[in-house]
């Protein structure tokens, strides 16, 4: 049973991160209904900001995470307000090319510093010791990861529901030109969704960082390995988020616990989150918590 | 008078101006196009700078007389397509000789090489590049070597019956041929189970795959793929104490692992869980602080690099591939024969025997022959001590030419 836990533990864990990870995706997604292909290039951005402060300018690493959040939140609400702002009204394909385009531009100023090439990780500051009940071990960057990640999506969570800009950016995702005759600025709401989507793509970022050790190709290639849970999620649900990314977590590692190296299977716990999200969007097209729009013609 | 002074002063300048032309000597030009930012840059970087000042240096200490390399140095970001076009713009630019890089390209350009009978040293030291190949000459030991070198320093030094070998292998051509040819070593007699062949993804917890190697008894686990995926493998199985303290401690995992898992690149990214990690590397590490060592980081002081780079094994890598065209020109020259690739071509082959080329930056001699197209043969086995790695042997892999023979 140690083992079956163990691996519970496991997808929980890996499936928080994933969660976090996509959130930035559905805040902007939720706000503005565009797929955001440079939110790995954000997250790498948001682990290096951090890295550079601790280690090159000496802050402590809790305020360079602090610092690194807040950089991130301006950047990404400049890189809204630079390029995106003037796209509103314009088809949801420019915005998204614009998005790629936004990626390649941030790859190459990432190229230009050694964080694009080379490798690094934080210096440690939690005990190298795991937590081990019953013979099931987390390590402390993957505790304070999940505690994290949690306190985040609750916080998102509260703001969307509860507070007067969270509903506004929800009356926006829902009807634009509608938000806009009841005074509502969607420039501003458009703006504070990049932000926060930087915001929690640098938290997703230092957590990654821990555990991988910080790279720049591996970190990037994060902002497309969460797609899937976005897409299981339905796109626009924070919720739908915290349940795929932990459905993908377990179901990732029950394959590479249980199928893999088995009946001549290899590389399941890679291809499974995938099959599973296709016979689920079989049954539920719009994803598990996706909200299903119907129009009257 | 006054014409006859204008005659004598053209007649002069005309003189010096050929004399000037008859002493600047030869401009050889080579190119080398390689993944210095993009999918692989960790490596590449490094390795262009290596590329990059040891033809400064051949050119500043007139190692050629008065002759001269220059070398274009392009970056194709990891991409195909990219490295293609650069070595046909280096082909209009009247190369003599061209310096690849990634696995993917060495093998999708490899008959443009035998067509333009171009000599070519890639970074990449993939076997499949020397199938149906005459023009691609590897600098170092190939990576089936390097992992099957591997597993006969674990069937050598297991203790207690066949010893039970996991492969941890990159999702690529890069990682999947060493798999078939340690699969052929083994066929071929070589005394170990591979009880799994894991090809990675992104992952974030290999917890799973750790527990279920354990309980398949799999005591090593050799990994071909880069550093990143080996760094987060060795601190799961660290966090889950299941790491061996020493070499095949029963019931724990001994970790080892192929050219790119290695080197000072995967201590920053483990830390601490890189205790006790084998590697097999072609190249003289800076940790040896031996004559060889000194001589790439007076090299790296001289150009002005960082300790990252001068301390780099990429960096070596760089400087020997680029060592080896300079050597095969030196060779062409003393023969008094012109500088084209078809003499280069010949050259390397004749590069054995008296004529073989010792490189700081290599572990072992290079030597090239019309059937051997692999530079280094030997490899070093070296171990992470107390941070940072250490030679602990030299092994030639037998299995493997046992295997090209036939």
């Known amino acids: 049973m140690t083992y079956f836990f163990q691996i519970v533990v496991s997808g929980i864990v890996v499936g928080s991160i994933y969660a976090l990870a996509a959130l930035g995706l559905v805040l902007v997604y939720k706000s503005s209904r565009v797929a955001n292909f440079a939110h790995g290039q954000i997250i790498a951005a948001g682990a290096f900001i951090t890295f550079f402060l601790t280690v090159d300018l000496g802050v402590p690493i809790f305020f360079s995470f602090l610092a690194s959040m807040a950089i991130t939140f301006f950047l990404a609400m400049s890189v809204e307000r630079i390029f995106l702002r003037r796209l509103i009204g314009e088809p949801i394909i420019s915005v998204i090319m614009v998005t790629i385009g936004l990626a390649s531009i941030i790859d190459g100023l990432i190229y230009l510093t050694p964080f694009g090439t080379e490798n690094f990780s934080f210096p440690p500051f939690l005990p190298d010791t795991p937590l081990t009940l019953a013979g099931v071990s987390i390590s402390w960057t993957q505790l304070v990861g999940v505690i994290i990640t949690f306190i985040l999506i609750g916080g998102f969570s509260w703001f969307f529901k509860k507070s007067t800009v969270g509903i506004s950016m929800r009356a926006v995702s829902d009807d634009q030109f509608g938000s806009m005759s009841v005074g509502i600025s969607v420039p501003r709401v458009f703006g504070l969704a990049w932000a926060t989507a930087g915001l929690s793509a640098a938290a997703a970022g230092c957590i990654i960082g821990n555990i991988t050790g910080l790279n720049f190709d591996t970190l990037h290639a994060f902002g497309i390995v969460v797609f899937p849970v976005v897409i299981l999620g339905g796109l626009d649900s924070i919720l739908g988020a915290v349940v795929a990314g932990i459905i993908m977590g377990l179901i990732q590692q029950f394959a590479a616990g249980y199928l893999d190296g088995n009946w001549g299977l290899n590389g399941t716990g890679d291809v499974a989150p995938y099959v599973i999200l296709l016979i689920i969007l079989l049954f539920k097209p719009h994803g598990l918590f996706g909200i299903h729009e119907i129009e009257r013609v | ?406």
């Open chain 2, 1 to 406: 008078m006054k014409k006859t002074t204008r005659v004598l002063t053209a007649a002069l300048i005309m003189f010096f101006a050929f004399a000037a032309t008859a002493t600047a000597g030869q401009v050889y030009k080579l190119g080398f196009s390689g993944a210095i930012t993009g999918p692989t840059s960790d490596a590449g970087n490094p390795l262009s700078k290596g590329i990059e000042d040891w033809f400064k240096y051949v050119n500043d200490n007139k190692l050629l007389g008065d002759d001269k390399i220059e070398c274009t140095i392009r970056d194709d970001q990891y991409k195909t397509d990219v490295t293609k076009r650069n070595f046909e713009e280096y082909l209009d630019d009247g190369i003599v000789f061209y310096l690849n890089y990634s696995t993917g390209s060495t093998l999708g350009l490899k008959m443009d090489f035998e067509e333009e009978q171009m000599p070519t040293v890639p970074s990449s030291y993939h076997e499949g590049n020397l199938v149906d190949s005459t023009y691609i000459f590897i600098p170092v030991a190939t990576y089936s070597e390097n992992m099957v070198a591997l597993a006969e320093y674990v069937v050598k030094n297991h203790k207690g019956g066949k010893p039970k070998v996991a492969l941890f292998i990159h999702p690529s051509a890069f990682g999947r041929g060493p798999v078939e040819d340690t699969k052929k070593a083994v066929a071929a007699g070589l005394n170990m189970d591979i009880v799994e062949v894991v090809e990675h993804g992104k992952d974030l917890d290999n917890s799973a795959m750790l527990k279920r190697l354990m309980s398949k008894g799999v005591q090593y686990v050799i990994c071909h793929t880069v550093q990143s995926p080996v760094a987060t493998m060795i601190k799961d199985a660290m966090r889950l104490n299941v790491t061996a303290k020493s070499f095949g401690e029963p019931g724990k995992l001994t970790f080892l692992g192929a050219h790119y898992t290695g080197g000072a690149d995967l201590i920053a990214l483990a830390g601490d869980a890189a205790e006790n990690y084998y590697w097999t590397c072609s190249y003289n590490l800076t940790t040896e602080d031996n004559e060889k060592s000194q001589k790439q980081l007076k090299l790296a002081k001289t150009y002005g690099r960082d300790d990252k780079a001068a301390n780099s094994h990429n960096y070596a890598a760089g400087i020997l591939q680029a060592q080896i065209p300079t050597q095969a020109i030196i060779m062409a020259k003393a023969a008094g024969l012109e500088v084209n690739p078809a003499n280069l071509y010949k050259m390397l082959n004749q590069m054995n025997g008296a004529k073989v080329f010792n490189s700081f930056a290599a572990v072992g001699p290079v030597s090239y022959s019309a059937n051997d197209h692999v530079g280094v043969d030997v490899v070093n086995i070296y171990k992470v001590d107390k941070g940072v790695f250490k030679a602990i042997s030299s092994i030639e892999s037998e299995y493997m030419k046992k295997l090209r023979a036939k």
